[in-house]
């Protein structure tokens, strides 16, 4: 019974094995982004990003086809160029870089759309923003799991400097601290996880597997160690979980993915051990001091 | 109070001592507006100088420029010190206290000229993190989160990054800005024992009394130097008014500035 129900699946299929590790690979980079993305009050960052890809993932689709480094490639560089327009932007123009963000990725968005129906169809449209989980290729399982691996590493190195800055920038700037190059690389990280995980969640898909494990991660600690932690889990756990629903009840997988995410979340809102709605509504008696 | 003697001491010394950082006709400007103004001169090394003056007068865009942490439009500042040796305390409002950090990860920032992005905290840098937290009055709150500190416990807990930093040069924006007088007080004896120990402080402030009480130099500026010296020469009412008249004239339209 438990062996139909969580295992059958993914003995005897491979591609339920492929999806699950692209989404396991995925749970250990987005979830430590994510977190920072909340923690930078950059949340809707990721889901501008993640439009900003279209138009190169287009341009790469146009030149070569369905092939994912050409679509990668051009995703990045959309994504890369949009996000340095903004910054820029930002600094030059009265602009703040929400607003600055707002207008290009629009742009990218309008013009993605436009490219994809010179020549695709629909379809192809809608495998670019929602992924196809159950046909994750070989070279984007390598991508994916590469990306994840670079994503850590990178982390790892910038991770002090991304808290300071984010804390207390003007003591950063005056320690010497490489805030904004710290903040770049960040940006570029976001950017690779989203182009990496363009195949097999799709664009708007990975951005949910960024921020709803961090987003209820939030809701559980307030040390940073643990809210990485918590969010890799949640995502992870959304991930088997998204897949074994999406088996069973032939439902598609990518949302199922990212609907177990939200379950999760929502979850957290109502019961988060640090600022759910439950302990609001069940106030206990004041301490004495 | 034993620290008053010191300054006795130390003043004339520092008369006498050459200047830690120079100003050489320092103008910063945000969008051609200078906030700073052709403002030239020294801090001598060992001297403890308030900063003074009306809202808007440049206190904490001079010490950010100082800090490194703002360009100057024109003119320059001269180190005699490693720009290193620089330490620096943000106004309370520009740090984001809602951070989830606990007490001693906010401290151990201060030990970033020796670990730097990368390295890793030593047990002794850890200990003179605990040393800190002691000595500021917040022993036993070191795991506790900073966003449950009252504001008074948030800049005591600033106060311990600033000694763990143990730089040459410190530079305080506003330190007892909404903190209570007790607060106020005990970060003050932290300011006098750094000054004892031949650090250079300086501190913008707007309580006045306080200056004449603890700071043996002013500067006072109306974002152009309006008196430099010995507190009590520069406090007079003949300064102040004239740095509040320089004030009222802001908000006029400025022609270009041909100085």
């Known amino acids: 019974m438990l062996y139909d129900l969580l295992l059958q699946p993914l003995l005897d299929f491979a591609f339920m094995r492929r999806a699950l590790v692209a989404c396991l690979a995925l749970s250990v980079s987005a979830g430590p982004i994510g977190v920072f993305l909340v923690l930078r009050r950059m949340s809707l960052m990721g889901d501008a990003m993640s439009h900003a890809i279209l138009p190169g993932a287009a341009i790469g689709f146009l030149l070569a086809g369905l092939s994912l480094w050409a679509m990668s490639l051009g995703g990045l560089a959309a994504a890369l160029l949009v996000a340095l327009l903004a910054g820029g932007m930002s600094r030059l123009t009265p602009l703040k870089e929400d607003a600055a963000l707002a207008g290009f990725y629009l742009i ?36 994916i799991a590469g990306t994840a691996s670079l994503t850590v590493v990178v982390l790892a190195a910038i991770y002090r400097t991304l808290i300071a800055e984010c804390f207390d920038p003007a003591f ?9 190059l710290a903040h770049v690389l960040f940006l570029a990280l976001v950017v690779v996880n989203m182009v990496a995980a363009m195949q097999a969640l799709g664009t708007l898909m990975a951005v949910g597997l960024m921020m709803l494990p961090a987003a209820a991660a939030r809701l559980w600690t307030i040390s940073i160690g643990r809210m990485i932690a918590v969010a890799v889990l949640v995502a992870a756990s959304s991930s088997v979980i998204g897949l074994l629903v999406s088996y069973h009840a032939d439902l598609p997988s990518g949302p199922s993915v990212i609907l177990a995410a939200g379950g999760v979340y929502l979850v957290s809102i109502l019961a988060g051990a640090n600022g759910g709605l439950l302990r609001r509504l069940l106030p206990q008696r004041h301490l004495e001091h | 109070m034993a620290h008053r003697h010191h300054h006795l001491v130390q003043e004339t010394r520092a008369s006498a001592s050459p200047a830690i950082v120079r100003l050489n006709d320092v103008t910063i400007a945000y969008d051609r507006h200078p906030v700073v103004h052709h403002l030239s001169g020294g801090f001598a090394a060992g001297s403890l100088t308030a900063l003074i003056g009306p809202n808007g007068a440049g206190k904490s865009t001079l010490l950010k420029a100082i800090a490194g942490v703002l360009p100057v439009s ?8 490693d720009r290193r040796q620089v330490a620096y305390l943000p106004q309370v409002v520009d740090v984001d206290r809602s951070f989830p950090l606990r007490v001693v990860d906010v401290v151990d920032l201060g030990h970033w000229r020796k670990a730097g992005a990368t390295r890793r905290i030593g047990a002794d840098d850890r200990a003179a993190s605990y040393a800190a937290i002691a000595a500021v009055g917040l022993k036993g709150l070191e795991a506790q989160p900073i966003g449950k500190l009252s504001v008074g416990q948030f800049q005591r807990v600033l106060f311990a990054r600033l000694m763990v930093q143990e730089a040459a040069l ?17 970060l003050m004896r932290i300011v006098c024992d750094w000054h004892a120990g031949g650090r250079t402080v300086i501190a ?10 603890d700071f043996p130099e002013a500067l006072l500026m109306a974002r152009e130097k309006v008196a430099w010296g010995p507190s009590a020469e520069v406090l007079t009412d003949a300064n102040l008014e004239r740095a509040r008249q320089l004030a009222a004239n802001w908000t006029d339209p400025a022609a270009v500035c041909e100085r």
Do not use: M, W, Y
Request: charged fraction near 20%; glycine fraction near 10%.
């Open chain 1, 108 to 143: 990218s968005l309008a013009l993605g759309v436009l490219l994809v129906s010179l020549k695709g169809s629909n379809v192809d449209l809608l495998h670019i923003l929602f992924g196809t989980l159950l046909a994750v290729s070989d070279d984007a399982l390598l991508l």
């Open chain 1, 172 to 180: 950063l700037r005056a320690v010497g601290g490489r805030g904004g």
């Open chain 2, 74 to 81: 024109s003119g320059s500042i001269d180190f005699a010190i």
């Open chain 2, 170 to 186: 410190i530079l305080l924006d506003e330190p007892f800005n909404a903190v209570d007088q007790k607060t106020s007080a005990d």
């Open chain 2, 204 to 213: 913008a402030l707007h309580d006045l009394e306080h200056v004449k009480r």
